[in-house]
């Protein structure tokens, strides 16, 4: 199970509250021994409960692909043996960082069963790790992420806790610490069991709480020059998370540049930024006609809107139709053509689209599109195929077309009934996407109504050759 964990400080005497950290916690369940517990489902009741399980599975996918896409990205980069140091810089040696430190686990450290306290494992790897971290700088350093706290074991009261920290690599205003802790009992000290692993990342501030530069770091031979790329590898991917992720829109650029290692994180974001933009409220009904409507929502500098009809089909079949973007020209006359650049896997595609320009004279505009499906995690859950750009280096803007971009949008198809679909298309309108709907926002026509009545055509005529879909989605 997944727990999210925020925690806020007050000052009551200034009547300021402000947020700490934030963190998501895996538990496993389990008899005495180590057999696991199948838990019961969770069902969620609100609509933000829902949204807030369908993206703890977007998470799930990360963490459980995060291993494989550090060997990736150290496969395809060009692993450098040797680290090349300036000789007019600071340069330390990583083994005068090493620190070790044994524990003994006490009753007060351990909980009614008799294991220890997951917090008091963390506590006392902090500890070593901030030790490491200070032998660097020669400083007192700042935690400010802790990158994947995995248990792999328990202690119990008694037994003995090896802990041991060095930095792995320095960056210029940061550095990650490797930390691990062991266990054994008295009189076994050969038979350690390994507890945890985890790699924090601290920082030294200044008088005026800015990072300062750290001294570079030099690896010993063998472990320590793996552990320094690894260590590379995992702040390319923090980065990813931080600015796909975790800033806001107005922070980075709509479109992000696609790479291999990076796809677990932008297929998240694309997913989870049109699922919480779904949940939003204050939605306004602009416009209506034979049941298809037109409402808008707008949210600081964004404006959003979205589209929603009734189809008497299948919510499975409606996802299956409408997953194939390349098809999209048969119904909509806003895409003048599309065609796939690379099938990532059966969840995630890139598509090229290009659409005819508003303004007369003007030209084309066109669009590289991560396209990303996912079916239902639970019931009441929809299914979802999200839209956002990316930037590839094989498709570049070039003078013949307007690059576009496309920051949130997409589907969401939600069974309603036996055989009554709520489909509904999101969109939070960039500057490129605007023109096409502010002329129905305000009122002036009904072209969203004519593009969904052929889309809800389109599905009728389709629904008939599921087989072929399913074949060609490998479904």
């Not at 969620?44 to 998470?59: D, G, H, K, L």
């Not at 806790?161 to 205003?173: E, Y």
């Not at 691990?180 to 200044?206: K, P, Q, W």
């Not at 005026?208 to 590379?232: F, M």
Request: hydrophobic share 35%; net charge neutral.
């Amino acid at each position: 199970m997944e727990v999210g964990i925020q925690v806020s400080c007050e000052n009551l005497f200034q009547g300021k509250e402000w947020n700490v950290c934030k963190a998501f916690a895996t538990f496993v369940a389990s008899k005495q021994g180590t057999e696991k517990i199948r838990l019961k489902p969770f069902e969620p009741y609100t609509q933000e409960e829902q949204v807030e399980y369908s993206i703890a599975a977007e998470r799930r996918r990360m963490r459980l692909a995060h291993a494989e896409t550090i060997k990736a990205l150290l496969l395809k980069s060009a692993v450098q043996e040797e680290c090349n140091q300036s000789e007019t810089v600071n340069v330390v040696p990583a083994e005068k960082t090493r620190v070790e430190s044994v524990e003994l686990v006490l009753p007060p450290h351990a909980n009614h069963q008799g294991y220890t306290f997951g917090g008091q494992i963390m506590a006392w790897m902090e500890n070593v790790a901030t030790i490491a971290a200070s032998r660097l700088c020669n400083s007192y350093a700042t935690l400010r992420t802790i990158d994947m706290f995995h248990f792999r074991g328990p202690s119990q009261v008694g037994d003995r806790l090896v802990l041991k920290a060095i930095v792995n690599s320095a960056f210029k205003n940061s550095m990650e610490v490797g930390v691990c802790a062991h266990a054994y009992r008295e009189g076994s000290e050969d038979s350690l069991r390994h507890l945890n692993s985890a790699f924090m990342t601290f920082i030294v501030l200044d008088k005026e709480g800015q990072p300062i530069t750290l001294p570079q770091i030099k690896p010993e031979p063998g472990d320590g020059v793996r552990r320094y790329n690894e260590a590379n590898a995992r702040k390319k991917l923090r980065l990813d998370r931080k600015y796909i992720i975790s800033c806001k829109q107005t922070e980075v650029p709509l479109s992000v540049p696609w790479d291999p290692c990076n796809q677990v994180y932008l297929s998240y974001n694309n997913v989870s930024a049109l699922k919480m933009l779904a949940a939003k409220r204050n939605w306004v009904l602009d416009s209506e006609k034979n049941k298809v409507k037109l409402s808008t929502l707008e949210d600081g500098q964004f404006l959003s809107f979205k589209i929603e009809m009734e189809v008497p089909l299948e919510a499975s079949t409606i996802f299956l139709i409408l997953s194939d973007l390349t098809r999209r020209t048969e119904w909509d006359s806003h895409y003048q053509k599309c065609e796939v650049i690379q099938k990532v896997n059966d969840d995630d595609t890139i598509y090229h689209l290009i659409t005819p320009s508003v303004k007369e004279g003007s030209k084309f505009q066109d669009f590289v599109l991560l396209a990303s499906r996912r079916k239902p995690c639970a019931a009441g859950d929809p299914f979802v195929i999200a839209f956002r750009s990316v930037t590839l280096p094989t498709h570049l803007a070039t003078s013949e077309y307007t690059r576009g971009e496309v920051q949130c949008a997409g589907f969401s198809i939600l069974q309603q009934g036996d055989s009554q679909t709520k489909v509904t298309y999101y969109n939070q309108a960039s500057p490129e996407v605007l023109p096409y709907i502010t002329t129905d926002i305000a009122g002036l026509s009904s072209g969203y109504y004519t593009t969904f009545e052929s889309c809800l055509k389109y599905i009728e005529r389709n629904k008939n050759n599921i087989t072929l879909f399913m074949q060609e989605h490998k479904l």
